[in-house]
């Protein structure tokens, strides 16, 4: 008995453990040749892809960057990446992709022409060696947003070859972090709405937002009288403005609150 309650333990253990360290949520990114555009300068050779940045790092090679931002649960983080299929292709031609150069500083003097980072371009081997990087992760109104960069282009500085992606479906990796966001707890209708809008304009996963984001609504009737109460309590009336105005003035914040009404 002692036995079979030990190895009923152990499973128990396996299973809690492999649900705090499991695969939560997984997507497909595709990409085509025609995305790429090229151009020359000083000699270099320039690639730059549709709906990407280019890297930000001087000295490494500027390749194109899919900045992505994904809602996860509050209390979990991403600890790695499931690569579960990808397809890739090797472009024609070789190319002499140009280091990232700094950025100009209005009214300082120009740096110049940063070199190559030899620790790369030196190297035999296709870069970046991992194509996802988790660049962190922060809160939006009490919505857990995690970042990653994922590199659609990958170049061989000694070859000069360059292989696209054109096809990865991945897994994140979650694992348990105790958080205490700050978001809000009440807002009027109009807020959340406008809020809502513009966390899910910036999200790969749109339809998370509605199950993460989810504050009180407090509404005042037309004509209702504001009332406030002597120390600040959920239970009070909640507006969007107040206006302290004299007689005299009033009429003129009267039409501007009416520009103000949804």
């Not at 270099?44 to 090679?61: A, F, H, N, R």
């Not at 709405?193 to 999200?203: G, Q």
């Amino acid at each position: 008995m002692k036995t079979l309650t030990c190895f009923a333990l152990v499973i128990a253990l396996w299973i809690l453990s492999f649900e705090r360290l499991s695969a939560q949520y997984t997507t497909q990114l595709t990409y085509s040749s025609a995305q790429i555009s090229y151009s020359q300068s000083n000699g270099w050779d320039v690639v730059k892809m549709t709906d990407c940045q280019l890297e930000t790092q001087p000295g490494l090679p500027a390749l194109p960057v899919k900045l992505l931002n994904i809602v996860i649960p509050v209390n979990k983080k991403i600890s790695g990446i499931e690569i579960v299929s990808i397809q890739q292709q090797e472009l024609k031609g070789t190319y002499n992709l140009m280091p990232t150069q700094p950025g100009k500083v209005p009214d300082l003097p120009d740096p110049g022409f940063y070199p190559a980072d030899a620790a790369v371009y030196k190297v035999n081997a296709f870069y970046p060696a991992d194509q996802f990087i988790n660049s962190g992760a922060g809160f939006m109104a009490g919505v857990h947003i995690s970042g990653l960069q994922f590199y659609p282009l990958r170049y061989n500085p000694v070859t000069k070859k360059l292989t696209l992606t054109t096809s990865v479906t991945f897994n994140l990796i979650y694992t348990d972090e105790k958080n205490t966001p700050v978001k809000p707890l009440r807002l009027m209708s109009t807020q959340k709405e406008m809020i809502k809008s513009e966390i899910k304009s910036i999200v790969v996963n749109p339809a998370d937002v509605e199950t993460n984001f989810q504050p009180s609504i407090s509404t005042m009737p037309d004509g209702m009288r504001y009332s406030p109460s002597m120390a600040p309590e959920y239970s009070s009336q909640l507006v969007s403005y107040v206006i302290i105005t004299n007689e005299a003035l009033a009429p003129g914040w009267a039409r501007y609150y009416e520009t103000l009404r949804p």
